[in-house]
T-cell receptor, first 114, second 116 residues
Framework: ETGVTQTPRHLVMGMTNKKSLKCEQH?????MYWYKQSAKKPLELMFV???????ENNSVPSRFSPECPNSSHLFLHLHTLQPEDSALYLC?????????????FGSGTRLTVV | AQKITQTQPGMFVQEKEAVTLDCTYD???????LFWYKQPSSGEMIFLIY??????QNATEGRYSLNFQKARKSANLVISASQLGDSAMYFC?????????????FGEGTQLTVNP
């Protein structure tokens, strides 16, 4: 248990479905991140939230919609995805965006779009 | 240009031996942090070790040590006394505090296999 919990662990969805990924941390961190890990590619940052405010959107398509209701929870809402969106989606948290140490990842949600 | 380069797609080591995983980086930012993560087949990214660009000494965490050569821009991970449970994917990552904010930039990873 890393302190960052992601649900579900696995998700299969059709291209017309709407689903949400959830991330929760109880480390007292104030920054939370979504990363995408596709096969044979390095991890790519998608979104950053610091004290509930979005500070970065790395040119992510609008079919991915993040939500951060508080510093402990982060969601990624998915709709009308494409097969190329199939990947491992990792959530991470850190003390805040200025601190390096304690950058902790969850176990990820393995998403398959059919 | 790639910011993090891991030139070893796969490495093999015998149990109880030491292994070095290579990582070179490219940045003009004077302030940066370097990270190593382990990713087993379960998918979780497990933090191993951290080195700040201004740290004078090489970082160590148990069986992990980071061979930081700033002038050569390399940050190799050394795992001593390898164990079967060390078999996993290993990623080097960097955070450039001034130019990239909070994001970590990752290399492509090295798949380590520990043989009994």
């Amino acid at each position: 248990e890393t302190g960052v919990t992601q649900t579900p662990r696995h998700l299969v969805m059709g291209m017309t479905n709407k689903k949400s990924l959830k991330c929760e941390q109880h480390l007292g961190h104030n920054a939370m991140y979504w990363y995408k890990q596709s096969a044979k590619k390095p991890l790519e940052l998608m979104f950053v939230y610091n004290f509930k405010e979005q500070t970065e959107n790395n040119s992510v398509p609008s079919r991915f919609s993040p939500e951060c209701p508080n510093s402990s929870h982060l969601f990624l809402h998915l709709h009308t995805l494409q097969p190329e969106d199939s990947a491992l989606y990792l959530c991470a948290s850190s003390q805040d965006i200025t601190h390096d140490y304690g950058y902790t990842f969850g176990s990820g949600t393995r998403l398959t779009v059919v | 240009a790639q910011k993090i380069t891991q030139t070893q797609p796969g490495m093999f080591v015998q149990e109880k031996e030491a292994v070095t995983l290579d990582c070179t980086y490219d940045t003009s930012d004077p302030s940066y942090g370097l990270f190593w993560y382990k990713q087993p087949s379960s998918g979780e990214m497990i933090f191993l070790i951290y080195q700040g660009s201004y740290d004078q000494q090489n970082a160590t965490e148990g069986r992990y040590s980071l061979n930081f050569q700033k002038a050569r821009k390399s940050a190799n991970l050394v795992i001593s006394a390898s164990q079967l449970g060390d078999s996993a994917m290993y990623f080097c990552a960097m955070r450039e505090r001034e130019t990239s904010g909070s994001r970590l930039t990752f290399g492509e990873g090295t798949q380590l296999t520990v043989n009994p």
